[in-house]
């Protein structure tokens, strides 16, 4: 039996959290016994306690662990982090984000574990914080490589951009796409939150780095070409507000409609005509999964790991980012041309199985025998 601890800065809605929490709830049980440490958490996802409580999870809550920096507070949740490893003898530590994958990296060391993995899930090099701080994570994650079995990336893309930042080596780096759980996305039910037709729709954090003002000031000109649009923004976060005022200033504000977190995003998903995810930066797109599932047809930024997933514009039309006049091209033109808009749904739906979670449950059991083998051949 192999003892697994996932670790995570938080466990907020989000790509992140449901990756983690397949991981720690669905691996084989007679091979893995898992456990979770998470830090401070704000907007969990419903039913978050049940569902580790009905899988037999243990989990700890370290309320010191958070995403901002503040030496007191990280030196205090190192502490909690590295008690809590040595108290459970773990096997191997799997850490997950930034700010957990270097206190858990560093925890780990300290508390003598042999096996760390690590899912950065994306990068923050790119659109999240200033150049200095860019630089100093930069290094932390250079110094945490050299503690690391592996380091599992979202894409192959997203591989190529650690290593261009200098982190890690080659052989360390694995893609395993995050799984998603596509049969109950396939059986929804649609639901049209509005009347219109088309229903342009996308599905994000309310965040800077999702770049959903950029759809915003595309609206105007897809609608002088399709009057009958509307846009559907559904999620939370900081920009609601700014993203209101600025469909307001554009004149749109009648023609968009933000939902909010809603918990039923399948149907939603389901009940719209094309979804448009806009990102500057993207590790994969789980949202994306679920879109081509369903055989939607999708305008994606060519960032990150999104032109991998798409199949570099076989499933799905790529635009430059942070450029609404491209994007509203790209969505005009894939509205009018009903048989390419099918082609590209099909060919997102043929695509979508390889990102299931089965998919990323069986390529986790096997990396975890792998790092237990290397670390008996050493």
């Known amino acids: 039996m192999i003892r697994l601890l996932h670790i995570i800065t938080r466990l907020d809605v989000g790509g992140s959290t449901e990756n983690t929490l397949i991981s720690v709830t669905r691996m084989p049980r007679s091979e893995f016994s898992c456990g979770l440490l998470s830090g401070w958490t704000v907007d969990p996802p419903p039913g978050l306690a049940e569902g580790l409580s009905q899988a037999s999870v243990p989990w700890v809550q370290v309320r010191h662990l958070r995403r901002r920096v503040?030496?007191?507070?990280?030196?205090?949740?190192?502490?909690?982090?590295?008690?809590?490893?040595?108290?459970?003898?773990?096997?191997?530590?799997?850490?997950?984000?930034?700010?957990?994958?270097?206190?858990?990296?560093?925890?780990?060391?300290?508390?003598?574990v042999r096996h760390i993995v690590h899912t950065p899930h994306g990068h923050v090099f790119e659109g999240y914080f200033s150049p200095v701080a860019t630089r100093t994570f930069v290094a932390l994650e250079r110094l945490a490589a050299r503690w690391t079995d592996r380091i599992i990336t979202l894409s192959d893309e997203e591989a190529r951009d650690h290593l261009r930042y200098g982190i890690g080596q080659p052989r360390q780096f694995v893609t395993i796409p995050s799984g998603v759980d596509l049969d109950p996305v396939r059986q929804a039910t649609p639901v049209r939150l509005m009347s219109g037709s088309p229903i342009i729709g996308t599905v994000?954090?309310?965040?800077?780095?999702?770049?959903?003002?950029?759809l915003i000031a595309a609206a105007s000109s897809?609608?002088?070409?399709?009057?009958?649009?509307?846009?559907?923004?559904?999620?939370?976060?900081?920009?609601?507000?700014?993203?209101?005022?600025?469909?307001?200033?554009?004149?749109?504000a009648d023609r968009i409609h933000f939902a909010g977190y809603r918990n039923d995003v399948p149907a939603i998903l389901a009940g719209m005509d094309m979804f448009v995810l806009p990102s500057l930066n993207e590790g994969m797109g789980r949202v994306l999964v679920m879109a081509m599932a369903l055989g939607k047809p999708i305008v994606a930024t060519r960032v990150g790991g999104i032109p991998?997933?798409?199949?570099?514009?076989?499933?799905?039309?790529?635009?430059?980012?942070?450029?609404?006049?491209?994007?509203?091209?790209?969505?005009?033109?894939?509205?009018?041309?009903?048989?390419?808009?099918?082609?590209?749904?099909?060919?997102?739906?043929?695509?979508?199985?390889?990102?299931?979670?089965?998919?990323?449950?069986?390529?986790?059991?096997?990396?975890?025998?792998?790092?237990?083998?290397?670390?008996?051949?050493?």
């Not at 007191?72 to 590295?82: G, K, N, P, R, S």
């Open 70 to 112: 503040s030496p007191i507070a990280d030196y205090l949740a190192l502490w909690q982090i590295t008690q809590t490893i040595r108290r459970l003898r773990v096997d191997i530590i799997h850490t997950h984000s930034s700010k957990a994958g270097f206190l858990g990296r560093l925890g780990a060391r300290l508390a003598g």
């Open 222 to 252: 897809i609608l002088s070409e399709l009057p009958g649009a509307r846009f559907l923004i559904v999620g939370d976060g900081e920009l609601r507000s700014a993203l209101e005022a600025k469909a307001r200033a554009c004149g749109v």
């Open 308 to 378: 991998e997933l798409l199949g570099n514009g076989e499933a799905g039309v790529l635009v430059p980012p942070a450029d609404p006049g491209a994007l509203a091209e790209a969505i005009c033109a894939t509205l009018a041309d009903p048989m390419r808009a099918q082609q590209l749904g099909e060919a997102g739906r043929r695509r979508s199985p390889r990102y299931s979670a089965e998919a990323m449950l069986e390529a986790l059991t096997k990396l975890y025998h792998e790092v237990m083998a290397d670390g008996r051949s050493r």
């Open 204 to 214: 994000a954090r309310l965040a800077p780095v999702k770049g959903i003002e950029h």
